[in-house]
C-alpha cells in the first residue's frame, strides 16, 4: 500500500488495558544511533534557552549564573592542564597525572559526580520500565525504601567487617525498592492498575513512612533525641572513597557500581532472553502473549527490576556520602525525579541515560547553596530553576524532534 | 422512587457479587462499633465482623467475583485491626479523634480540592485526553491564586480573593493551554506531557514564590481578603448538622455547585453528549460534523480552570499561606477519585469523600496519640487510594478512545 | 434514459505518495436510483467515496449537484449538500443510545441549551416508521445486532436530511438474510426518492440490488453498464481484468492419523458470553479442513482457546494425543502448535522489533537463539538470513524494523516463522486477508505444502472461495456451533445456507 499508510500501521501499537497508551509506542522510534541523539541536544538547547530566559526575567544576567553554574559543576577541571602527581587510590604511591586532583574544581566534580551516581540509578529504574512500556515515577520511592534500609542495616551492625557490611547495606537497599515498585508491577500484573498512579500513592507512602522513621521518637531516630536525624552508619558500611577525601564527601566507588550497572541494563535489555521478553511487552503486548510470553510475569519483573536500581542508588547514596537520613531531608529529595527526566532525555538507552545523567548532576550540583555565589544568583531560586529545566526537558522531548525533523524533511522533498 | 424499588427488587441475595458486597459493609460496621457515640470496649466485636467479612470475601473470591471478594476480605482485615486498636484506645482518646461533626466538617475540606481536580480532570478525560496534569494545575492555581489576592489586597480590600480566583484560573488554563497543544496538536504522549506540565509548575510555582516572598514566605494577613466562610446562623443551633454545615467555606458550596452543574452540562446537554462523543469515538464525532479539536482544547483548558480554582481553594480558602509543593499529590489523588468514580461526578464525588475522610482522620490522630502515629498516618490517603487502585481501578473502563490522540483523515 | 443526473463527479484525480487512486474518474447518479461502484481491494472505491464525503480532496476535478459545481471541504459540507455515508465499519458510539447516535450534533433542544430526549425518540420513531427501519432509540449501541447497528447508520443519514446515500461495502458484516432485510430497505428508499451509491466487490448481490453498475480497476473507471443483461462472468473479467481463477494445484489429500483433535469445547468471549458451544472435530495429518462461517459466528475463540490464548470452560484439547486444554499459550507452542494469526499487526508481529526479532518471537528462548539467558545474536541473525531468502521476503534485511515492510512480506514473515518452527498443527487464520494476488498464491502454496509433508492445516477464512479451494474438508460454524461437514466439492450455496444457520438456525432460533 501506500507509504502514509504503512507508516501510521508503524507507529499504531494497541493501546494497553484501561485505554492508556504505553509510553514505548511513542518512543518506539527507528532513529536511532546519531539521528536519535538530534532530538535530545536541541532539547536541551530549547530547555536551557528557555531557562536563561525565565533568569533574565528575574533581572539577572543569564550567560553570567550559567558561567557560574559551570564552574560549580566542576568541569572546568579538565581545562586546566599541566603536570601533577596524582595519589593512586587505595594506596600511598604516587604518579603523574595531566590534572591537579586536589584543586577546588576537583572537589566540585567529585560531588557532580556523587550526584550523577544516583541519577543514573534513577534514571535506568524509569528506563526499564518505560522499555516494558510502563511509566515508572516512583523512582523516588523507590529510592527512598533503599534508603530507609541501607541506614537501617548500616546502623545496626557496628564493627562488621566491610566486606559483608558493605554488600549487606548495598543489595538490602535494592532488594527494598525493588519489592516497593513490585507492588506497582504486581499491581499492573494482575488487576491491570496504572502504574502511574499506583507509583506517586507509593512515593507519599515511603515519605510519610520516613516522616515517621526519622522523626522524633521515631525507630530510626538517632540517639540524640532532639534532632529528628538518624545515627551516621558504622564505619563499616560505608563505600571505600577513592577521590579526595572521605571527610569532604569525597568521590567513593559507587559511581563505578553505577557505571556498572549501566552496562548491565544494556546486557539485560540487549543481550538476554529477559530483555527480549521485556522488549517484546512493552511494544506490543498483545503480540507477545500470542508468542508465548507471560506478559503478567514482566511487568512485575520489570517493575522490580527497575525498583532495584533505583533502591539501589539510594543505598550508594547513604553508604557512599550522605551516611544517614534526617526527616527535613526527605521531602525535598527529588533524585528520582530528576532520573525520569534523564531517561526520557537519554531515550531510555544506556548511553543516553548516562550522558543525561551527567548533564543533570552537573546542574544540580551547579546550582546548589554551597556551589553557587548568592551574590550572582539565589541557590533556592536556582534549584527551582533546574526543576523548571527539567520540564522544559520533558516537554520538548517528548515531542519527538528527531522524527519531526524527519518528517518535515520528507514533505519537503515530497512537495518538491 | 419506583425505579430503586425495582432495583432493590432486581438484587440477587444469594449471588457471590452481593455476599461479597454484605462482606464489605460488614467489616466497615465493625470498625464502626468499636468507634463514638456506641465505643464498644470488647475486642470480640471487630474481630467478629471482621472474620465474617473475610470470609464472604473469601467466598466470593472462590465464585470468581475476585474484585468484590478482594474488596471484603481488605475491609474485614482493616475493620479488625482498626477495630482492634480502637477498642484498646481510652474512650477519651477516642472521643477526641472521633468527633462526627467536625470529622465530617473536616472531611468537606479536604475532599473540596479533590473533586475540584476530579471534575477538572472529568471535563478532560471525557474529551479523551489524559490529564495526569492536575497535579500541576491544583499547585498552579494554589500559588497564582494567592498571589493575585495578595497583589489585589491594595485595592480590593476584602474582596481581593475574587481577584486571586480568577488569576489562579487564567493560571492554570495558560498551562492546560501547553497539555492541549502537545497531546491534541502535537500528539505527543499525554503522560508524558502532563508529567512535564507537573515539573514546570513545581519550578515556575517555586521560583516566582521565592524570587516574590523569599524565605519570609506569604504574608501573615492573607485570612482578612481569603475565600470566606458562609455562616449559616440559622443552622448553629440544630443538632450535628450545623457544626457540619454552619461554617463552610465557599469554596466547598462552590464544589457542590460544579458537581451538580457537571452532571447537567456532561448527560443533559448536546455539548455534553459531543463531549462524551468525542471522548468515546472522535472519528464519529468528526463524520457528523463536529469538531474533536476544538472540543478536545476546550475541555483540557476548562479542566485547567477548574483545577486551579481547586488549587486556590488550598492556599487561599484553606492554608492562607502558600509553600513549595504544597498540594503533596493532591492532583493525583482527585484522578484516582474520578477513575473509582468512573468518570461519572456523583460517584466521584463519593471517591473523593473517602479519601478526604482518610486525611481528616490522619489530621485529628495526633491530638489524642501524639505526632509520630500522626505522621504515619498522614499516608493513609495515599495507601488508600493504593487499594482503591488496586481493588476496583483495574476493571474501570474509561472514555474509549482516551490518551489516544486524534489524526484527521 | 435521458434524465439528468442528480450528481455528477467528473474527471476526478486523487494521488497519493507512490500511488494513483483515482485517474479521471467520471461517475454520476440520477435520482432514484441504486448505483452501485465494484472493484477489488485498492481499486479506488474508498478514495472516490471519502472525496464525495468531503473527507478527501480531489487533486483535479468536479463534483456537480444538480448541475452546480459544490465544494466539499469537509464532512460537514458534504451532510449540508445532502449526502449521507455509511462506513464499512460503522461510525457508532458502543456507550450511547440509537438516539443518542442519531442526533449526535444536530441535537434537539428545549429551553435553548438542554437536550430533548422525548423529541429525539420521536424523532427517530419517525423515520424510522417511514423507511421501515426498525430499531429501539433507547437502545445501547453495544447491545443490540450488527444488522440493526447498520440501520442506525442508515438512520444517521436520514436524520441528517440526505437524498444521497453512500453505503461503503455494507453487506460485509451481515448474514445473507441480514443483507436481504437490508435490500428491502434499500428498495423502499429508493421509491421515496433517495439516490443510493452502493459499493461492493460481492457481483451477485449487484446484480441483485443495482439499477446500474459502474466498475473500477486501479483508479480506473472500466465501464458503466446497465445490471439489466450483464452477467456475473462479464463482471468479474471487468473488475479484474482476467478471467477469475482461484483454484489451487493441489494432489489428493492422504490424511493419517488425527494430530488435532477438540473435544465438546465451549469457550466464552470477552463480554462472557458463550461464543463457542460443545464443537468437536479433528483435523488429521496431512489434511486441510476448513472452518467457514460469517465473521463473529465465534472463530476467533475457537483459534484462541486451541492456542492457548483463552480460558477453555469445558471440553478438551488435544494435539497429537497430549492434552493442552487450558494450558499457556507456551505449552500450546510447546505441543506443536503452529498460529497465523488473524491480525497480523496486533498479534503477528511485533512492528518496532526487527524481522530477526520477529522470527525469533517464539524460540528466542531455546539453544541455538540462546544459552543460559543470553541471546545468540549471530544465530538468531543467522536463521533470519535463510528464512527470508526461503520465504522470498522482499524490502528487508534481518535488522529492519517489520513495521518497514509491506503487508504481504509481513504475513510472509510470519508465515516463515510459523513453519520454521515445525508445527504439528498448523492453525492458519484469514491468511490472506489484504494481500495482493500474488502474495495470496504464495501462501495458498505454502499451506498445501504442509499439508503434503503431513503436517495438519486448520485453515479459517471468511473468503469461500479460498475455504473452497485450499480444504479437503470443511466445517461450517454458525453461532458458535459446528453445523456441518462439507466435502470441497460442496458449491457456495450450500456452504452459504449452512453458515446462516439454514435448517438449524431455526430450531436454535
Known amino acids: 500500500m501506500t507509504d502514509e499508510l504503512r507508516e501510521e500501521e508503524f507507529e499504531a501499537a494497541p493501546p494497553p488495558e484501561g485505554g492508556v497508551p504505553s509510553p514505548s509506542q511513542h518512543f518506539a522510534s527507528r532513529f536511532g544511533g546519531i539521528a536519535g541523539a538530534i532530538g535530545p541536544i536541541v532539547t536541551v538547547i530549547i530547555a536551557f534557552f528557555a531557562g536563561g530566559l525565565v533568569v533574565l526575567f528575574t533581572g539577572k544576567n543569564p550567560f553570567k549564573v550559567y558561567h557560574a553554574v559551570f564552574n560549580g559543576t566542576g568541569i572546568n577541571w579538565f581545562f586546566h592542564v599541566g603536570s601533577y602527581q596524582a595519589r593512586i587510590p587505595f594506596s600511598t604511591h604516587k604518579m603523574w597525572f595531566p590534572w591537579d586532583t586536589a584543586s577546588i574544581a576537583a572537589g566540585n566534580l567529585q560531588q557532580t559526580l556523587l550526584i550523577t551516581t544516583s541519577i543514573i540509578l534513577t534514571g535506568l529504574a524509569v528506563a526499564f520500565a518505560f522499555r516494558c512500556g510502563m511509566f515508572n515515577i516512583g523512582g523516588q520511592g523507590q529510592y527512598l525504601a533503599g534508603a530507609y534500609f541501607a541506614v537501617w542495616l548500616g546502623t545496626s551492625f557496628q564493627g562488621l567487617t566491610p566486606w559483608v557490611h558493605v554488600p549487606l547495606v548495598v543489595v538490602a537497599g535494592a532488594l527494598a525498592g525493588a519489592a516497593l515498585a513490585g507492588i506497582a508491577g504486581l499491581l499492573r500484573a494482575t488487576v491491570g492498575a496504572h502504574e502511574v498512579i499506583s507509583t506517586i500513592m507509593l512515593n507519599w507512602t515511603a515519605v510519610w513512612v520516613g516522616e515517621y522513621l526519622f522523626g522524633q521518637q521515631g525507630p530510626l531516630q538517632g540517639s540524640n533525641p532532639s534532632v529528628p536525624i538518624s545515627d551516621n552508619i558504622a564505619e563499616g558500611a560505608k563505600l571505600p572513597v577513592f577521590w579526595g577525601l572521605a571527610l569532604l564527601q569525597g568521590l567513593s566507588i559507587g559511581i563505578f557500581i553505577a557505571l556498572a550497572m549501566l552496562v548491565v541494563y544494556w546486557l539485560i535489555i540487549n543481550r538476554t532472553t529477559l530483555g527480549f521478553e521485556v522488549r517484546a511487552v512493552g511494544f506490543n503486548p498483545e503480540a507477545a502473549r500470542y508468542g508465548g510470553i507471560s506478559v503478567a510475569r514482566n511487568y512485575f519483573l520489570a517493575m522490580a527490576i527497575a525498583g532495584g536500581f533505583a533502591g539501589l542508588g539510594g543505598a550508594l547514596d547513604i553508604a557512599g556520602w550522605q551516611f544517614n537520613i534526617g526527616q527535613n531531608d526527605i521531602p525535598v529529595n527529588q533524585i528520582g525525579f530528576i532520573g525520569l527526566a534523564a531517561a526520557l532525555l537519554g531515550r531510555n538507552t544506556a548511553l543516553g541515560v548516562g550522558l543525561a545523567s551527567l548533564l543533570f548532576g552537573c546542574l544540580i550540583n551547579g546550582t546548589s547553596g554551597r556551589q553557587l555565589d548568592p551574590s550572582i544568583f539565589r541557590p533556592d531560586l536556582a534549584g527551582n530553576l533546574t526543576t523548571i529545566i527539567q520540564g522544559l526537558v520533558i516537554l520538548f522531548v517528548g515531542l519527538n524532534l528527531g522524527g519531526i525533523w524527519v518528517a518535515i524533511k520528507r514533505r519537503a522533498r515530497r512537495a518538491s | ?409 | 434514459m435521458a434524465e439528468a443526473p442528480l450528481l455528477e463527479l467528473r474527471g476526478i484525480t486523487k494521488r497519493f505518495p507512490g500511488v494513483l487512486a483515482n485517474d479521471n474518474v467520471n461517475f454520476d447518479l440520477r435520482r432514484g436510483e441504486v448505483h452501485a461502484l465494484l472493484g477489488e481491494n485498492g481499486a479506488g472505491k474508498s478514495t472516490l467515496m471519502n472525496i464525495l464525503y468531503g473527507l478527501y480532496t480531489p487533486d483535479q476535478g468536479q463534483i456537480l449537484l444538480d448541475d452546480e459545481p459544490i465544494e466539499l471541504g469537509s464532512t460537514k459540507a458534504a451532510i449540508e449538500q445532502g449526502i449521507g455515508m455509511v462506513h464499512q465499519h460503522f461510525m457508532l458510539i458502543p456507550v450511547m443510545t440509537v438516539a443518542e447516535n442519531i442526533v449526535l450534533a444536530i441535537e434537539p433542544r428545549h429551553a435553548g441549551v438542554l437536550m430533548d430526549y422525548d423529541a429525539a425518540r420521536r424523532r427517530v420513531r419517525e423515520i424510522s416508521d417511514r423507511y421501515g427501519l426498525a430499531v429501539d432509540p433507547d437502545a445501547r449501541i453495544d447491545r443490540i445486532t450488527v444488522g440493526q447497528q447498520q440501520r442506525v447508520e442508515i438512520l444517521k443519514a436520514l436524520y441528517r436530511g440526505a437524498e444521497i446515500l453512500i453505503l461503503d461495502e455494507p453487506t460485509a458484516v451481515l448474514t445473507p438474510q441480514e443483507a436481504q432485510e437490508l435490500f428491502v430497505v434499500l428498495r423502499s428508499l429508493k421509491e421515496q426518492g433517495k439516490s443510493i451509491i452502493f459499493i461492493s466487490h460481492k457481483l451477485n448481490e449487484v446484480l441483485d440490488i443495482a439499477d446500474r453498475i459502474t466498475t473500477l480497476r486501479r483508479g480506473v473507471v472500466v465501464d458503466t453498464v446497465s445490471a439489466e443483461g450483464a452477467t456475473e462472468e462479464g463482471l468479474a473479467r471487468m473488475m479484474v481484468g482476467r478471467e477469475v481463477l482461484l483454484r489451487v494445484d493441489k494432489k489428493p489429500a492422504a490424511p493419517a492419523g488425527p494430530l488435532l483433535q477438540v473435544e465438546n469445547l465451549t469457550v466464552i468471549d470477552d463480554r462472557e458470553l458463550e461464543a463457542v458451544r460443545d464443537v468437536s472435530f479433528e483435523v488429521r495429518a496431512g489434511e486441510i479442513v476448513g472452518l467457514a462461517g460469517v465473521d463473529a459466528n465465534g472463530q476467533s475463540e475457537l483459534i484462541d482457546a486451541i492456542a492457548g490464548l483463552r480460558h477453555v470452560q469445558s471440553g478438551r484439547v488435544l494435539v497429537e494425543g497430549k492434552d493442552i486444554t487450558n494450558g499457556s499459550s507456551r505449552e500450546a507452542l510447546e505441543a506443536g502448535v503452529g498460529h497465523i494469526p488473524e491480525d497480523r499487526h496486533r498479534r503477528g508481529l511485533v512492528l518496532p522489533f526487527s524481522l530477526e526479532e520477529n522470527l525469533a518471537l517464539h524460540d528466542y528462548r531455546y539453544p541455538p537463539n540462546s544459552r543460559r539467558g543470553f541471546l545468540n545474536l549471530r544465530a538468531i541473525g543467522e536463521r533470519a538470513r535463510r528464512l527470508l531468502q526461503e520465504f522470498d521476503v522482499r524490502g528487508g534485511v534481518p535488522t529492519t524494523p517489520a513495521g518497514a515492510l509491506s503487508g504481504g512480506n509481513q504475513q510472509k514473515v510470519v508465515l516463515a516463522r510459523e513453519i520454521d518452527g515445525d508445527p504439528k498443527v498448523l492453525i492458519a487464520a484469514q491468511p490472506t486477508r489484504g494481500l495482493d494476488v500474488g502474495a495470496i498464491e504464495f501462501v495458498h502454496r505454502r499451506l498445501v505444502e504442509q499439508r503434503d509433508s503431513g503436517r495438519a492445516v486448520f485453515l479459517v477464512s471468511l473468503e469461500l472461495e479460498e475455504i473452497l479451494s485450499l480444504s479437503d474438508r470443511i466445517l461450517v460454524i454458525y453461532e458458535g456451533r459446528i453445523v456441518g461437514e462439507f466435502p470441497p466439492t460442496a458449491t457456495e450455496e450450500e456452504l452459504g445456507f449452512a453458515m446462516t444457520g439454514g435448517g438449524r438456525g431455526a430450531e436454535a432460533a
Open chain 2, 1 to 409: 422512587m419506583t425505579a430503586l424499588a425495582a432495583r432493590i427488587g432486581g438484587i440477587s441475595w444469594t449471588s457471590p457479587r452481593t455476599i461479597g458486597v454484605v462482606g464489605i459493609v460488614l467489616g466497615a460496621f465493625g470498625f464502626w462499633l468499636a468507634l463514638p457515640p456506641l465505643a464498644a470496649r470488647t475486642a470480640a466485636l471487630p474481630l467478629l465482623f471482621g472474620i465474617l467479612a473475610i470470609a464472604a470475601g473469601i467466598w466470593t473470591w472462590s465464585r470468581d467475583e475476585r474484585r468484590v471478594g478482594g474488596g471484603a476480605i481488605a475491609s474485614g482485615l482493616l475493620g479488625l485491626a482498626f477495630g482492634i486498636l480502637a477498642t484498646q484506645s481510652s474512650t477519651g482518646h477516642l472521643s477526641t479523634v472521633v468527633v462526627w461533626s467536625a470529622l465530617i466538617a473536616a472531611t468537606l475540606r479536604y475532599a473540596t480540592p479533590l473533586t475540584f481536580a476530579a471534575i477538572g480532570g472529568l471535563y478532560c478525560e471525557r474529551s479523551g485526553v489524559v490529564n495526569v496534569a492536575l497535579e500541576g494545575m491544583l499547585l498552579t492555581g494554589a500559588f497564582f491564586g494567592i498571589w493575585g489576592a495578595i497583589w489585589a489586597h491594595s485595592w480590593a480590600g476584602g474582596a481581593a480573593w475574587v481577584i486571586g480566583l480568577l488569576i489562579a484560573a487564567l493560571a492554570g488554563m495558560a498551562l492546560a493551554a501547553i497539555h492541549a497543544i502537545w497531546s491534541v496538536s502535537l500528539k505527543v504522549d499525554q503522560i508524558i506531557s502532563g508529567t512535564a506540565l507537573n515539573f514546570l509548575a513545581l519550578g515556575i510555582t517555586g521560583y516566582i514564590f521565592i524570587d516574590k516572598y523569599g524565605n519570609s514566605g506569604t504574608p501573615g494577613n492573607v485570612p482578612d481578603y481569603g475565600i470566606p466562610d458562609v455562616h449559616l446562623h440559622f443552622l448553629s443551633n440544630w443538632y450535628f448538622i450545623g457544626p457540619i454545615l454552619g461554617q463552610l467555606n465557599l469554596m466547598i458550596w462552590l464544589s457542590f455547585v460544579l458537581l451538580i452543574a457537571t452532571y447537567i452540562f456532561v448527560f443533559r446537554t448536546p455539548y455534553g453528549l459531543r463531549l462524551r462523543a468525542v471522548g468515546e469515538h472522535p472519528r464519529a464525532a468528526d463524520t457528523v460534523g463536529i469538531s474533536v479539536y476544538r472540543i478536545r482544547y476546550i475541555a483540557v483548558i476548562a479542566s485547567g480552570a477548574i483545577a486551579a480554582m481547586g488549587g486556590a481553594y488550598i492556599s487561599l480558602g484553606f492554608v492562607h499561606s502558600f509553600s513549595e509543593n504544597m498540594t503533596a499529590g493532591t492532583g493525583f489523588i482527585g484522578l484516582a477519585a474520578l477513575v473509582f468514580g468512573k468518570w461519572r461526578p456523583f460517584p466521584t464525588w463519593g471517591a473523593t469523600l473517602l479519601f478526604g475522610f482518610s486525611s481528616a482522620l490522619a489530621d485529628r490522630l495526633p491530638d489524642a496519640y501524639g505526632n509520630q502515629w500522626g505522621t504515619l498516618f498522614q499516608a493513609l490517603p495515599y495507601v488508600l487510594t493504593l487499594v482503591a487502585v488496586a481493588g476496583v481501578i483495574g476493571r474501570s473502563i474509561g472514555p474509549a478512545a482516551s490518551g489516544r490522540p486524534y489524526e484527521k483523515q
